[in-house]
């Protein structure tokens, strides 16, 4: 019996915009530097432009849709190509932008400003020309992006093999992280004082990024190709994609203090196309989405901090790829239609379409479940005061219920300091009171999961305390069940059987109903015989008794059916379940009804067997642990 498993962003599904909602008739630069070619803030979408005569791009007002016209204002500054782009979050009217001539130009939107409507009364286009530059990087600068809570603090990677962080008020470079290859993609943490990169050595590094310092360093994907990196909101977790040895596009996830133990859990397989997968987390909904180069899909992920897992949500579908895609900020997304992201991808280089994730909901009240606060456009620190050494537990937070009021004044709160998730070490040394775990150790390992100190993921280790998988003697108890000739003898018995038919073995000892499609009373004895074959005594006797506690009735009725089976080999015994009638000599053949409702019987019954065993080998192994403690009392004194 397959179980679904439960969330609120379960029907998420994404809502492409109609074409005269599209933005045409746009000259996307075709460059091949690995970047999002796209960028957005909610207000503007800046555009890398491919144009003659030096590196330009462009800026379109979200609500200047449609059709642009053939000569539009540029941003123009650059004596080569532009290779990205970037919005200050704390001011909608600035940008910067880096490119292949190895500087960093910082660029203000004139105030009404207009795509569609930049000629002049002459007739002519008036281009828009940057504030500042920065230089200090001696190789083309490859990406760009804004520190997600202190003013005017911008990091940039270039060729050099080095990321810098600059002061844009005053044009400094204070920081300089120097990589031993080129830095392929790179991400702030939640509160802005750590930064992950990857690099074409392979190499995933977390940095201390104020010290300079390396604080934890590993091996990434194994492809040849680009290999991306995002900081799973506010979580010491990242993830990243990339390719493998036999190009196959995957995710991982990881510990950023343990880099070098690996992906938890091994890596997720994508699919095997050929295009750079490029990743995009909103920490208010915990979603992780991927959309990726020359394929139309964009999947989508919710991330379990608890047990550190991507659980596949669904995919939008197109059979027009994109190149670039962007995401706007939260508190841009329209609350009354249930949107929870705003996308934007390019299509052949020529049109950007805007897509809209929404939430299926009926009711038209603020949905809160789904709209928890999100970053708004106010710093938390100065640059002074980030560059001195001040930390915050992250940005300032306004309500998304006020914008859904449309609110003016917008409350500002602070981010609250992560929660660790380490209650079930702390929770488990109960071994306090070692009797009770040895009398009563069922009401002991019922709630609590299994214990840390054994828990593996693919063979790779994790923090101890962080996911609740099976320990090793709970894995090797399902499997020994599993192979029993029992589960075997059931399940081909199910292949066997006939919607339509009824088996002649069946018919002689048959006491299914099926006028009334229900199953009499019979003495239920697989599981006991499924059970009782446990490696382990011990647990097999604890498994044992709840399970064949049947009801009286079923006891009682145990005189004549079982004959008929008796002939069959013992460990077999598999009558009980794969009975089809009542009443033998009535020739009535079976229902479909009747067969699926044999089947939930049986996998009820192989559930029930599973979970008892489960629970034996919870209660064992909460037994050896009690005399570990033990035993290491007795020595210590």
Wanted: hydrophobic share 35%; charged share 30%; aromatic share 8%.
């Amino acid at each position: 019996m397959t179980f679904v498993r439960a969330s609120k962003y379960r029907h998420v599904f994404g809502q492409p915009a109609k074409k005269e909602l599209s933005y045409e008739n746009l000259k996307i630069s075709k460059n091949a530097w690995d970047s999002n070619l796209i960028k957005s803030n909610g207000k503007y979408i800046s555009v890398n432009w491919e144009s003659s005569g030096g590196g330009a791009f462009a800026v379109i007002p979200i609500e200047e849709v449609g059709k642009s016209p053939d000569q539009v204002p540029l941003f123009r500054g650059h004596t080569a190509v532009v290779l990205d782009t970037d919005f200050n979050p704390f001011n909608d009217r600035q940008l910067v932008s880096c490119s292949d001539d190895g500087k960093i130009a910082i660029w203000e939107i004139p105030e009404n400003y207009s795509f569609h409507n930049g000629v002049d009364d002459e007739g002519e286009v008036k281009d828009i020309a940057p504030i500042a530059k920065l230089s200090g990087h001696t190789k083309k600068v490859g990406h760009v992006q804004f520190h997600p809570l202190a003013e005017n603090v911008l990091a940039s990677s270039s060729m050099d093999y080095t990321i810098k962080l600059w002061d844009i008020k005053t044009g400094e470079c204070k920081i300089t992280l120097k990589h031993k290859d080129l830095v392929t993609s790179f991400s702030f943490n939640y509160d802005g004082s750590k930064l992950v990169s990857t690099s074409r050595d392979k190499k995933i590094r977390v940095w201390d990024i104020r010290k300079g310092e390396i604080i934890s360093e590993g091996p990434g994907h194994t492809g040849a190709k680009n290999s991306r990196a995002v900081w799973l909101g506010n979580s010491n977790r990242i993830a990243t994609t990339g390719f493998d040895r036999f190009s196959e596009r995957q995710l991982g996830v990881w510990d950023a203090e343990n880099i070098s133990n690996g992906a938890i859990g091994g890596f997720y397989s994508v699919d095997s196309s050929s295009g750079i997968l490029m990743p995009f987390f909103d920490d208010s909904t915990k979603l992780l989405f991927i959309a990726g180069k020359g394929d139309g899909n964009i999947r989508y992920f919710e991330f379990d901090e608890e047990n550190d897992e991507l659980f596949s949500l669904s995919e939008f579908q197109s059979v027009l790829p994109q190149r670039g895609f962007a995401v706007a900020p939260k508190r841009t997304v329209n609350v009354h239609e249930n949107e929870i992201l705003r996308a934007f991808k390019s299509l052949n280089d020529n049109s950007i379409e805007p897509i809209s994730f929404i939430v299926p909901r009926r009711s038209e009240l603020f949905q809160d479940d789904i709209y928890p606060d999100a970053p708004s456009n106010v710093p938390a620190l100065t640059a002074d005061e980030w560059f001195g050494g001040k930390d915050v537990n992250g940005p300032l937070l306004i309500s998304m219920e006020d914008i859904f009021e449309g609110k003016e004044d917008l409350k500002l709160t602070a981010s609250k300091a992560p929660e660790k998730v380490t209650p079930k070490a702390e929770a488990t040394p109960k071994a306090e009171d070692i009797p009770k775990a040895e009398v009563t150790p069922k009401a002991e390992v019922s709630e609590p999961a299994p214990e840390p100190a054994v828990t593996k993921i693919n063979e790779k280790s994790v923090p101890l305390e962080e996911k609740p998988v099976f320990t090793k003697t709970q894995e090797k108890g399902v499997d020994d069940l599993l192979n029993k000739n029992e589960v075997d003898s059931l399940l081909n018995k199910v292949n066997d059987l006939s919607d339509d038919e009824i088996e002649d073995g069946e018919a002689k000892g048959s006491t299914w109903n099926d006028e009334d499609d229900e199953i009499k009373p019979q003495p239920v004895e697989v599981p006991k015989k499924e059970t009782t074959p446990s490696p382990k005594p011990e647990p097999t006797k604890s498994v044992s008794k709840p399970v064949t506690e049947s009801p009286p009735v079923l006891e009682e009725k145990k005189v004549e059916a079982p004959k008929p089976v008796s002939s069959t080999p013992a460990p077999t015994q598999t009558a009980p379940v794969t009975k089809s009638s009542d009443t033998p000599a009535n020739g009535k053949a079976i229902t479909l009804k009747g067969t699926v409702d044999r089947l939930a019987s049986l996998v009820e019954k192989l559930e029930s067997t599973i979970e008892n065993l489960t629970n034996s080998n919870l209660e064992k192994d909460e037994r050896l642990k009690v005399l570990e403690e033990k035993i290491e009392k007795l020595i210590s004194k």
